[in-house]
């Protein structure tokens, strides 16, 4: 069965924290991605990763870091938390594509961030 | 640019009742066409996905999704609603090829939540 797991499901920081989010699956898939969920605005990409220690900004990577240094993890950090950024968080991952195939994105249950 | 609308934000329905979700898309290309789910508190979970072929499309928990390329839509429906279909319901749009990387997200409208009502 498909994983994606987020270490941490509910976090509390204080505005001005590095903030360290967590993804990892066990599907072998290329691609890792980090989205950000907000009522009435859906899912945004933050940054996704299709390969180790590649990396792309997505819609909205202001604020945001990433690291992918093995295939399996992948990493959302926030610098310097602000209270702007209290959020859902959701890491996915999918196969890489050559071509015409639409493989699935599959998500992890999401890390609810709060920062006070 | 892609972009995917969802029109309603609510949907209710009476259990028992037939359902619709509705969204649009607009994409370069021929579109790949994907619904997932989201209960509370929850990641979101695959329901069904339109790549090329047949334009109705069967899904999990017997939903199914009709590709209307004239209209560009992709309505999500099932004939016969239960309560524990209430969820939040995401319909999810990408190019079939891509010549960047920036084009291998996939791209989301805002949800619509949708009630079954007992």
């Known amino acids: 069965d498909v994983k994606v797991t987020q270490s941490s499901r509910y976090l509390v920081k204080r505005t001005g924290e590095k903030v360290f989010l967590e993804c990892v699956q066990d599907?072998?898939?290329?691609?890792m991605f980090w989205y950000r969920q907000d009522p009435g605005l859906g899912l945004r990409l933050i940054y996704f990763?299709?390969?180790?220690?590649?990396?792309e900004k997505g819609d909205i990577p202001e604020g945001y870091s990433v690291s992918r240094e093995k295939k399996e993890r992948f990493s959302l950090i926030l610098e310097s938390a602000s209270t702007n950024q209290t959020s859902m968080y959701l890491c996915?991952?999918?196969?890489?594509?050559?071509?015409?195939?639409?493989?699935?994105?599959?998500f992890g249950e999401g890390s609810w961030l709060t920062v006070v | 640019a892609q972009s995917v609308a969802q029109p309603e934000d609510q949907v209710n329905v009476a259990e028992g009742n037939p359902l619709t979700v509705k969204c649009t898309y607009s994409?370069?290309?021929?579109?790949?066409l994907f619904w997932y789910v989201q209960y509370p508190n929850r990641g979101l979970q695959f329901l069904l996905k339109?790549?090329?072929?047949?334009?109705l499309v069967k899904g999990s928990y017997g939903f199914e999704a009709e590709f209307n390329k004239s209209q560009t839509s992709f309505h999500l429906k099932k004939p016969s609603a239960l309560v524990s279909d209430s969820a939040l319901y995401f319909c999810?749009?990408?190019?079939?090829?891509?010549?960047?990387?920036?084009?291998?997200?996939?791209?989301f409208g805002s949800g619509t939540q949708l009630t079954v009502l007992p």
């Open positions: 996915a991952s999918s196969l890489f594509e050559q071509g015409a195939r639409g493989n699935t994105i599959y």
């Open positions: 599907m072998d898939h290329e691609n």
């Open positions: 994409v370069s290309g021929n579109p790949y």
């Open positions: 339109y790549i090329t072929g047949d334009n």
């Open positions: 999810a749009v990408r190019p079939e090829v891509f010549s960047s990387g920036s084009a291998r997200q996939l791209t």
């Open positions: 990763s299709y390969d180790v220690k590649m990396k």
